[in-house]
């Protein structure tokens, strides 16, 4: 209808300057969301989300919560950190 025209057109949208989630790109070579977040599970005890498990443009990223608290975080950024570089 033209009335729900009118209010979508006059309808401001803010971006959000915080999120609760990172949605992180697979490295080169990989391919598959949930390889990758399984290997990661395996390899370092960290749980990640395929991006994949979000529909068809979600693969080909990892999704990461930050919604646990601040120093679990830091670990499990250290651990994938060397993980991704093999250290």
């Given at each position: 209808?033209?009335?729900?025209?009118?209010?979508?057109?006059?309808?401001?949208?803010?971006?959000?300057?915080?999120?609760?989630?990172?949605?992180?790109?697979?490295?080169?070579?990989?391919?598959?969301?949930?390889?990758?977040?399984?290997?990661?599970?395996?390899?370092?005890?960290?749980?990640?989300?395929?991006g994949a498990s979000y529909g068809e443009f979600g693969e080909g990223y990892i999704?990461?919560?930050?919604?646990?608290?601040?120093?679990?975080?830091?670990?499990?950024?250290?651990?994938?950190?060397?993980?991704?570089?093999?250290?």
């Amino acid at each position: 209808s033209s009335a729900a025209s009118d209010v979508y057109k006059r309808q401001t949208l803010d971006v959000p300057a915080a999120s609760l989630y990172v949605w992180a790109k697979l490295p080169d070579g990989e391919s598959s969301s949930a390889d990758y977040a399984g290997r990661l599970i395996e390899e370092t005890g960290v749980v990640v989300t395929p991006g994949a498990s979000y529909g068809e443009f979600g693969e080909g990223y990892i999704r990461i919560s930050l919604t646990t608290p601040d120093d679990k975080l830091d670990e499990a950024l250290r651990r994938l950190r060397e993980f991704a570089t093999g250290s």
